[in-house]
Structures are given as structure tokens and as C-alpha cells.
């Protein structure tokens, strides 16, 4: 299984800013996914990036809310711009499991925002 | 619409109790599914997984789960909880079989054991 790492692992933001947040993985991958679990709810997927290329977002969410950086197939980052209380989520990264396009996963430790 | 449906968001068990969480999905035609767990403080694990074969599909620490396909169910049972099974689980299914790589969970079950 792979070992991912997110940082940071919780923030504290005001109305208004953006942050990054990032996430590496112990070895080569190709597909990086990135889930959002909003209070008391499920997890949903924001986006699939792929290394060198753009990445791909779910209905609902858009590139210039949630941009994403995937520059080598270790590490991607996930933005979270121009943030309003209602952003206040954890934010999971994720990984397959490298067996074909089952679903399996593995995910990161996620980065629990609010915001202010 | 298309969707997983955890039945209970909210279960309380003692010890040595036999555990049973409702999984249904709408999704038709090929579907893999996945029980994951989130014990506090630590990311989600794959629980288990159904693929394909055999209904009944065991796991990690004492878990098992039933796949039926006429009721699109994927329940999650364990005979005998213990303690240390308090977590938050999480049932999801793949739709897109071997087609694409995406995940739709359900609401999840917090379970707490008590001693």
C-alpha cells in the first residue's frame, strides 16, 4: 500500500484568502485524486489529476475554485481559493491502488479547514 | 438519482455484540464495492472488497460482507464487535467497473463500542 502525506494537517482561515494544501506519496502513481468530506457528510470527489496533464473535475466543481498542480507523479497539490465558511471541510488525497481502474484506494491523513 | 445509502448514521453497541450495517447502491450493470474505515485519529483503510466471485467476502479484523445482487446490497457484518471496532465506516462503490477509477461513498456509520 502507499503512504501519503498531507500537509497541513488542519488550518484555521480567514474569509477571503486561499490555501494550499499538499499531498505526497511514498512511491510513483499515475491517477492522484482529491476528495472533499464536508461536516456530517460523505466524501465526494473534487478531481482526478493526472501527471502532466489537466486536471479532471466532477460537476460542481471548477478549476478556478479548487486549481490543482500535479507536476510529477510523487506529489499534487490542491488549492482552495478565494474561501468562504462554507469551504470548512477535510480535504483527502488519494491514490489507486495501481491494479486497474477498480476504485480501489488508498487516502491521506486529510487537511480539516475552517474558515472564519 | 444514483446513489449509496448507509442505513444507520449512528450505531451503539457492548462488546460481543454481532454488528450488521446496510449498504444499498442504485448503480446498474458491473459495480466493484468497498467497506472503509476511519478509526479516530487515523485516515481511512480499506476494509474489504467485492470485485467479483464468491458473494461473501471477508476482510481485515473479523469482517465480512455480502454482496446481493438482486437487492443491490453490500452489507457489513462482524459476529462479535470489540472496542477497539469504534470507528466511522463507510460503505462505496465503484460503477464504472474497470472503466474508470471513481469512487461514491455513502454517508458512513458511526460506531461506538462500549466496554
Known amino acids: 500500500s502507499a503512504v501519503i502525506s498531507q500537509k497541513p494537517s488542519r488550518d484555521i482561515c480567514q474569509r477571503g484568502t486561499s490555501l494550499t494544501i499538499q499531498c505526497q506519496v511514498d512511491?510513483?502513481?499515475?491517477?492522484m485524486f482529491w476528495y472533499r468530506q464536508q461536516p456530517g457528510q460523505s466524501l465526494t470527489l473534487i478531481a482526478t489529476?493526472?501527471?502532466?496533464?489537466?486536471?479532471?473535475?466532477e460537476s460542481g466543481f471548477v478549476i478556478d475554485k479548487f486549481p490543482i498542480s500535479r507536476p510529477n507523479l510523487t506529489f499534487s497539490t490542491l488549492t482552495v481559493s478565494n474561501m468562504s465558511p462554507e469551504d470548512s471541510s477535510i480535504y483527502l488525497c488519494?491514490?489507486?491502488?495501481?491494479?486497474?481502474?477498480?476504485?480501489?484506494?488508498?487516502f491521506g491523513e486529510g487537511s480539516r479547514l475552517t474558515v472564519l | 438519482a444514483q446513489s449509496v445509502s448507509q442505513h444507520n448514521h449512528h450505531v451503539i453497541l457492548s462488546e460481543a455484540a454481532s454488528l450488521e450495517l446496510g449498504c444499498n447502491y442504485s448503480?446498474?450493470?458491473?459495480?466493484?464495492l468497498f467497506w472503509y474505515v476511519q478509526y479516530p485519529g487515523q485516515h481511512l483503510q480499506l476494509l474489504l472488497k467485492?470485485?467479483?466471485?464468491?458473494?461473501l467476502v471477508k476482510g481485515i479484523k473479523g469482517f465480512e460482507a455480502e454482496f446481493i445482487k438482486s437487492k443491490f446490497s453490500f452489507n457489513l457484518r462482524k459476529p462479535s464487535v470489540q472496542w477497539s471496532d469504534t470507528a466511522e465506516y463507510f460503505c462505496?462503490?465503484?460503477?464504472?467497473?474497470?472503466?474508470?477509477?471513481?469512487?461514491?461513498f455513502g454517508a458512513g456509520t458511526r460506531l461506538a463500542v462500549h466496554p
Open positions: 462505496a462503490v465503484n460503477p464504472f467497473s474497470g472503466g474508470y477509477n471513481k469512487l461514491i
Open positions: 489529476a493526472n501527471q502532466g496533464s489537466e486536471a479532471t473535475y
Open positions: 448503480y446498474g450493470g458491473t459495480v466493484n
Open positions: 467485492y470485485f467479483s466471485g464468491d458473494p
Open positions: 512511491s510513483q502513481v499515475t491517477m
Open positions: 488519494s491514490v489507486d491502488s495501481g491494479q486497474g481502474n477498480t476504485g480501489e484506494l488508498f
